[in-house]
């Protein structure tokens, strides 16, 4: 094989390794072997590219979650945006600033459960904006206060350390607020001057 022949395979080979795709089939190259006194019959040439990994196959019958999921389980979560965060403190403090943090947590905690529940509305300030539920939305307050420094640790009690002691509670009242709840809900505890319930059927 002539030197110039021989450049001319080299030179072949080159183009075809730089241009080459990630896997393609070169048919007819047994000509050029011809042209240079090499093999005489077709060959069949794979290149491939060892550096290009293997793409992964498309996951399926992956399921949307619809907007009222996708809320509820903002709350299961405890992953709140920052409004949410500070609707849930102010709410805390409207409704229980004379109770300590815990006592604080649990009037949030009684917003999250019913976020959660399927019988009230499905984020959190939906439940806390519902007519007529809460007292101090009702009055004013709730636009009046702004949350002290225990309303955010109660957030950070739940949030942070998951503290739950609510038994799941939807309802609380003052200290002989009302007698609305004691004849319709069933009775779960009492915490500092908040007796909490929750759905008679619930309890059974």
Not at 25 to 51: F, P, Q
Not at 77 to 105: F, H, N, P, R, T
Request: charged share 30%.
């Amino acid at each position: 094989m002539s030197r110039k022949s021989k450049r001319k395979v080299l030179f072949g080979l080159k183009v075809l390794t730089i241009c080459g795709a990630v896997a393609f089939t070169i048919k007819g190259i047994g000509n050029l072997y011809k042209d240079v006194g090499g093999a005489t019959e077709t060959d069949e040439i794979i290149i491939e590219d060892i550096g290009t990994e293997p793409q992964p196959e498309e996951k399926e019958g992956v399921q949307e979650t619809d907007a009222s999921e996708g809320s509820r389980g903002i709350a299961r979560s405890m992953d709140w945006d920052s409004e949410d965060a500070y609707l849930l403190a102010k709410i805390a403090m409207a409704e229980a600033e004379g109770e300590d943090v815990q006592g604080k947590a649990l009037v949030i905690l009684v917003v999250l459960n019913r976020v959660r529940s399927d019988d009230f509305p499905d984020s959190i300030q939906d439940v806390i904006f519902q007519e007529g539920q809460f007292t101090p939305v009702i009055n004013g307050r709730l636009d009046r206060v702004e949350p002290d420094k225990e309303c955010y640790e109660a957030l950070e009690l739940i949030q942070l350390e998951r503290w739950d002691e609510s038994q799941g509670a939807l309802y609380f009242e003052s200290e002989g607020k009302s007698s609305w709840h004691g004849k319709n809900l069933q009775f779960l505890f009492r915490y500092g001057n908040h007796y909490f319930y929750t759905d008679k059927e619930l309890a059974e």
